[in-house]
Nanobody, 119 residues
């Protein structure tokens, strides 16, 4: 299972760090990704990291503001979000799969954590 946490309410320009912890089954051998689902919209790719942590990938709207990382010892992935904007509002989901893709084609999904950015 994957459990995302760290969401909350923040003003525009603020920062949050999301965590995605694996339990029961390790995620160390999987690529990890973060997706965002704004209210009433589809889930979209935000960032991803390979199983080794060597390569990272970002959606265009978050490049330069968000950083994805992982800690193998803690079996946890992170999403550091800086300079948040109101359009970053949504439920953030973490996912694990064989490789980083921008589609929803992942093996495992977490339950999501809500991020609300006010202007």
């Amino acid at each position: 299972q994957l459990q995302a946490s760290g969401g909350g309410k923040v003003q525009a320009g603020g920062s949050l760090r999301l965590s995605c912890a694996a339990s029961g089954r390790t995620a160390r051998n999987y690529a990890m990704a973060w997706f965002r689902q704004p209210p009433g919209e589809e889930r979209v790719f935000v960032a991803g990291i390979t199983w080794s942590g060597i390569e990272t990938f970002y959606g265009d709207s978050v490049k330069g503001r968000f950083t994805v990382s992982r800690n193998a010892a803690k079996d946890t992935a992170y999403l550091q979000m800086n300079n948040l904007k109101p359009e970053d509002t949504g439920v953030y989901y973490c996912a694990a799969g064989n490789r980083v893709v921008v589609t929803l084609n992942y093996l495992y999904w977490g339950r999501g954590t809500l991020v609300t950015v006010s202007s």
